[in-house]
């Protein structure tokens, strides 16, 4: 009787046993499951992480197409296209040079020297001929009554040497005397109205239709014979003979800048007088007496720009760079954030205790919220790019986004999708509700000593 107590016990055991592990098989294939869900949401986000720093690297996020070429005065190029990332911006041009033998209409503001570096070149070589120091000891007398041509060589001698306070005392005699009148004033006033576009080609209808009044000028330049459109305004600060003396044309512009006189022209209505060249053809370089020399300028976005190279380029100012700043800030978290979480994702197949899988889950919601403020800030810089910079988005031009942004937009669901994984498997497994004993153990509350 004994003996046969003794197997009943063991029996019993042996058969509590089986059945509490046959109890556990389905909660160890889920448990496996969501091990393999987990796993490939690690290895999903060590990809996003590699996606994500490749997207913030390229320049492929936005894409603007000018069509055939939309013509941007400020430049007198034709924007072609332009793309640009976080980082950097390229832009694509055709520039219309006029052929020498070509019969056109030109801006004075066509041989211009843009380029600060060779303004202050030009004006340093030009600064010790000797038709300079003539002109500095001009005989002025003031206070001036009339701005007489002794006046205008006197003030063009002190700006090219950088005189600072003669110059200034002349350009405002300059302005009191010859800018001051309703007429100068309507002139350097543009109307909001849009553009008119003149046909270059078209001189003779210019001419009989006396379409830019006075500021149409015939000028020999080195023996050649150009049709200028020069304002009126700045004929009057400059000197006779002025187009006999080398790169006096090239400083033309940057000169009337700096007295406060516009490059534009201005019918009676004060609305600009464009004069924009034929279309670029499509293949070839020579058409229409013009020379359409393409170009590719790609240059890395200067975030913290002062005021002085702000004036300089057109297609930033000081809310778009805040725009620019805030998404590299964001996409240079979003990248700290996902390589913690990529961490913490592979340490939950270490250590099983449910708080790893929310911490890990909860850094991929965070890395996900920062994945879009870098897209919604991009999306505002554009809107505001539309409205306020021509210069960057021109009337007419198309928008598209590049890979960059869908490469954004893919890490961000894998951010949310892993996120949401890992919070969801996270669940208490204690007791019966454990696949195994150790991880019951690992789920128990853990009470810190000293």
Known sequence: MKKMSVKSVKRDASTSTLGHDEARKPLMAAYMFQRRVLLGCS????????IWIIAI?????????????IFIPETRRFFMASHSGLWRHCRETKTPNALPNSTVIRNFTSFAFTNVGLVNNAKMNMSHMEFIDD????????????????A????????????????????????????????SRKALNPSSAKPIAINPLDIQNAKERKTFGNALQEVVVNSTNYNFVIPESGQAAIFENWNKIDQVLNL??????DLGIPPYVLNENGVVLQLVPPIPPKKQRLAYGYDYVPSTRCKYIDMFSNAKALRNEPAYDDTLLDYIRTQASFACITVFVMSLGSVFSFYT??????????????IHL??????????????????YTKEHLFYSYPDGAELTYGFGVYLAWFTFAVNI??????????GKKKGSKAPTDEIAMADEPTIMGR
């Open 252 to 257: 033309l512009w940057a000169y009337f800048r």
């Open 135 to 150: 002109f500095r000891y001009e005989n002025v007398t003031f206070p001036l009554k009339n701005f007489t041509q002794e």
């Open 152 to 183: 205008k060589k006197r003030m063009f001698a002190h700006w090219i040497r950088n005189d600072e306070p003669e110059f200034q005392t002349l350009k405002a005699a300059f302005q009191s005397l010859e800018l001051s009148s309703e007429k």
């Open 366 to 383: 965070v890395s996900a919220s920062t994945a879009l403020v870098v897209i919604q800030v991009l999306f505002a810089s554009i809107d």
């Open 417 to 426: 999708v892993c996120g949401i994984m890992f919070i969801w498997y996270s």
């Open 43 to 50: 290895v999903l986000m060590a990809l996003s992480l590699i």
């Open 57 to 69: 690297a390229t320049d492929r996020w936005i894409i603007i197409t000018g069509g055939g070429g």
């Open 349 to 362: 197949f270490m250590n099983p205790r449910y708080m790893f899988k929310r911490l890990a889950g909860g």
